[in-house]
């Protein structure tokens, strides 16, 4: 494993942890705004993060 992705592995899972209180203090409530029916938040929070996550744990294990 090369030295640097350790630590980039390391960063973008922090980057995506601090994704979802930025959304939530986004101004005008932007983080309550419903696709299908569902808010911005709880997509981010169940779905695209912990895919993403894990894409990052996957592609950067190698």
Not at 9 to 28: E, H, M, V
Not at 36 to 62: D, E, I, M, Q, T
């Amino acid at each position: 494993m090369r030295p640097a992705v350790r630590p980039a592995r390391s960063a973008l899972l922090l980057l995506l942890l601090a994704g979802f209180p930025i959304i939530a203090a986004l101004p005008s409530d932007a983080g309550t705004i419903r696709v299908a029916g569902v808010s911005l938040l709880w997509w981010y929070g169940a779905f695209v993060a912990p895919a993403l996550a894990w894409l990052v744990a996957v592609v950067l294990h190698r």
